[in-house]
């Protein structure tokens, strides 16, 4: 069997569905056997889309969200300088795709990234959640309507679906009427590399970053949906004392609509013990794993949830909130708050640095727990179902291309 993977999302800085794409390509190939994966794109048009992802920061404007009507204004032209690039790109990407099925004869295409481009191929779709669907006001105008547009429609045409939770398969078969059958849960893994790490390593990291040898931690993007600025809220009400001793590290850049969350970061949380370093390198995340006192995950909505299992996997504590896979994933061991309980959150972020009791117990057995979150075995559930789908199709009569 040939399956040709899209691999564009893995192209550039990876977002979770990025490192999703490459740590699964990675282990489908390694456990593939006579079956063949292959990627797309390859050649010119791989290179054309990694430009173009490195020069997307910088035509975005990059950096804080814009404050002030010029900037803003100034912000609004290139957002849609950059959406008619995507939408061309959409366009040559299709049709370049068309052209590699014909000649490769592929048996299953597998989209790791929500939507399948058009192709006349048995195909297999990755619903990592359903947000954009059922929570549009935490998603750019552009993506809405172009899930609108073409989500529904590229469903119908697939003829299975992985989730990355049982929440989001249960969401899929809900919400978009599937066949249970249809949908196959594949766990996200652990990033490599991840794990326990020697404190004096882990603090020379951290000094070579030029960050502080404690704090708590909030890794993720940085936009509606994850909550942040309820967290930064319930941080800035901690005694000065506590935030003295234990500053607030956000790792992440800027998401979508976040002006808000940054008016309050410059005017606000950066006076009282907040530091934002931004995108912090993949090479450098078991330091700042292994140097928090504590995860802090207050997401409203979640797939499946990667920094809390991580953080784990680190041996670290995690406080997260209940908001989707989170307490299917993590919640056997993170101690869990609502995500919208800021008294909560201040309460926790307290018990944390005052009561080691209470903190190594939220430590306790966390990387066992964490261990079966593996790429290894997303890849063998996703060949399974490879497989399953591939054989029904190589044993139906013979369809006419669309």
Request: aromatic share 8%.
């Amino acid at each position: 069997m040939r399956v040709v993977v899209n691999q564009l999302a893995s192209l550039g800085v990876k977002t979770g569905i990025g490192h999703y794409t490459a740590e699964l390509l990675h282990c489908l190939r390694e456990q593939a056997g006579d079956d063949q994966i292959e990627s797309f794109p390859n050649g010119w048009i791989r290179r054309a889309r990694e430009v173009g992802t490195r020069l997307r920061p910088h035509l975005e404007g990059g950096g804080r969200p814009p404050a002030g009507v010029a900037r803003q204004a100034s912000a609004g032209i290139r957002q849609q300088a950059v959406g008619c690039l995507r939408q061309i790109g959409r366009v040559v990407m299709a049709q370049h795709f068309r052209m590699v099925c014909a000649a490769r004869a592929y048996d299953l295409y597998h989209e790791p990234n929500f939507i399948p481009l058009p192709c006349d191929r048995p195909t297999i779709a990755t619903i990592h959640d359903l947000s954009v669907i059922l929570h549009p006001e935490w998603h750019p105008a552009d993506r809405v309507a172009y899930f609108e547009r073409h989500f529904h429609r590229a469903v119908k045409r697939c003829q299975h679906f992985f989730a990355i939770s049982e929440f989001g398969r249960q969401e899929v078969i809900r919400h978009l009427g599937v066949a249970p059958e249809r949908v196959t849960r594949t766990y996200m893994g652990i990033r490599t590399g991840l794990g326990p790490r020697d404190p004096s390593e882990t603090a020379s990291t951290l000094e070579k970053l030029g960050l502080p040898p404690r704090y708590l931690l909030y890794l993720g993007t940085l936009e509606p949906r994850k909550n942040v600025l309820m967290l930064l809220q319930a941080y800035c009400a901690l005694p000065a004392k506590v935030r003295g001793a234990w500053p607030l590290l956000l790792v992440g850049g800027w998401g979508w609509n976040a002006g808000e969350l940054a008016e309050y970061l410059h005017n606000e949380a950066r006076h009282r013990g907040v530091i934002h370093p931004g995108y912090i390198a993949e090479e450098y995340l078991p330091a700042i794993y292994n140097g928090a006192r504590a995860l802090l995950y207050p997401t409203l909505y979640e797939g499946f949830g990667l920094p809390p299992i991580e953080m784990m996997a680190c041996g670290g504590a995690v406080v997260a909130s209940t908001a989707g896979a989170v307490v299917e994933t993590a919640g056997a061991r993170a101690h869990l708050v609502h995500a919208e309980d800021c008294d909560g959150w201040r309460t926790a972020m307290i018990r944390l640095v005052e009561d080691n009791a209470w903190w190594k117990a939220l430590r306790k057995d966390v990387a066992q727990a964490a261990a079966p979150f593996t790429w290894k075995q997303c890849a063998a559930d996703t060949l399974g179902a490879y497989r399953l789908v591939g054989g029904v199709e190589r044993c139906l009569p013979a369809r006419n291309a669309a």
